[in-house]
Nanobody, 127 residues
Framework: QVQLVEPGGGLVQAGGSLRLSCAAS????????MAWFRQAPGKEREFVTGISWSGLSKYYADSVTGRFTISRDNAEHTVYLQMNSLKPEDTAVFYC????????????????????WGQGTQVTVSS
């Protein structure tokens, strides 16, 4: 089992920046791909960004490309999401996810491929 904890989140003005982190504990010796998803009110959960175990492969949704950056520190069992140039439409609950059944780039984008999820953290961007 892997537990994911996401401190951070909060309220920020449009154009501002925010950094989310996700700390893993438990069976962290396995090689997990990690990702961030988000869910806005009244909308389905959507993929935001994902990163391979090695950190060499990164994937982004078109809506955040160029503004968000994912990174990871395997020694600290932590993945980060740096969010710049935030927009009101980025307002959502952000979830960290981990999985070791991610065998292709297609898998990275699929929420059902992830086995472990954080509790979610609210990000609100005011206009």
């Amino acid at each position: 089992q892997v537990q994911l904890v996401e401190p951070g989140g909060g309220l920020v003005q449009a154009g501002g920046s925010l950094r989310l982190s996700c700390a893993a504990s438990g069976r962290t010796s396995s090689t997990y791909g990690m990702a961030w998803f988000r869910q806005a009110p009244g909308k389905e959960r959507e993929f935001v960004t994902g990163i391979s175990w090695s950190g060499l492969s990164k994937y982004y949704a078109d809506s955040v490309t160029g503004r968000f950056t994912i990174s990871r520190d395997n020694a600290e069992h932590t993945v980060y999401l740096q969010m710049n140039s935030l927009k009101p439409e980025d307002t959502a609950v952000f979830y960290c996810a981990a999985g070791n059944r991610l065998h292709s780039s297609t898998d990275i984008y699929a929420d059902h491929k992830y086995d472990y999820w954080g509790q979610g953290t609210q990000v609100t961007v005011s206009s």
